[in-house]
């Protein structure tokens, strides 16, 4: 079946400039999870969504991150005022939940901000 | 807070030869722990995880990683490397939501493995 998929793979931004990056979990799946992987930080945990739970968006690094799932599916991470540290490649993963609910990532965004 | 360390951010071994990639935990409670491997731009791929039911863990591929409480290590290994095993290696633990439906994986920094004739 299909796996994890997100888009765009590759996003160029200028400094300043909203981006929004989309993904499509496998369906059925009722976790929906955020990374975010940089050469000064690894990969690092952003928010997660599990069911009609509150999301928890412990790891976003600032106010200018936020992410919404629309009907317990599809997921958009949206960065505002975008900056060059923002530069990275972020990782969608989901899940049947539970503590041990294997995660399956998708291939990722390529954000690079000039 | 739990956390994992790799040892080693680069690895290199020739093909035939053992590969051992090191992986050290801290948690409070007891961790659930894996290894995933990413290749070359694609995305994470769950090589094997650790459940408690068994300190002796099978992976894809031909990997094993064995968790031993007393060194509070769970390093990955591989009886004999092919070049195909050329990637990178994160090591990580899940930290369990306040309700314990679903988790959150905290990573190490990574270990990229390369294999050469």
């Known amino acids: 079946g299909a796996g994890v998929s997100q888009s765009p793979s590759n996003k160029v931004t200028e400094k300043g400039k909203d981006v929004e990056l989309r993904c499509d979990p496998i369906?059925?799946?009722?976790?929906l999870y955020w990374y975010r992987q940089s050469l000064g930080q690894g990969l690092e945990f952003l928010i997660y969504?599990?069911?009609?739970?509150?999301?928890?968006k412990s790891g976003l690094p600032s106010d200018r991150f936020s992410a919404e799932r629309t009907g317990g599916s599809v997921s958009t991470l949206t960065i505002q005022r975008t900056q060059q540290e923002d530069s990275a490649v972020y990782l969608c993963?989901?899940?049947?939940?539970?503590?041990?609910?294997?995660?399956?990532f998708g291939p990722g965004t390529r954000l690079t901000v000039t | 807070a739990q956390s994992v360390t790799q040892l080693g951010s680069h690895v290199s071994v020739s093909e035939g030869a053992l590969v051992l990639l090191r992986c050290n935990y801290s948690s409070s409670v007891p961790p659930y722990l894996f290894w995933y491997v990413q290749y070359p731009n694609q995305g994470l791929q769950l090589l094997l995880k650790?459940?408690?039911?068994?300190?002796l863990v099978k992976g894809i591929n031909g990997f094993e990683a064995e968790f031993k409480k007393s060194e509070t290590s769970f390093h990955l290994t591989k009886p004999s490397a092919h070049m195909s095993d050329a990637a990178e290696y994160f090591c990580?633990?899940?930290?369990?939501?306040?309700?314990?439906?679903?988790?959150?994986?905290?990573f190490g920094t990574g270990t990229r493995l390369q294999v050469t004739l």
């Open positions: 650790y459940t408690s039911a068994a300190t």
């Open positions: 993963a989901s899940s049947l939940g539970g503590v041990l609910g294997e995660q399956y």
């Open positions: 990580a633990v899940s930290v369990s939501s306040r309700t314990g439906t679903a988790s959150k994986l905290t």
């Open positions: 969504f599990q069911g009609n739970s509150a999301p928890d």
């Open positions: 369906s059925g799946h009722t976790a």
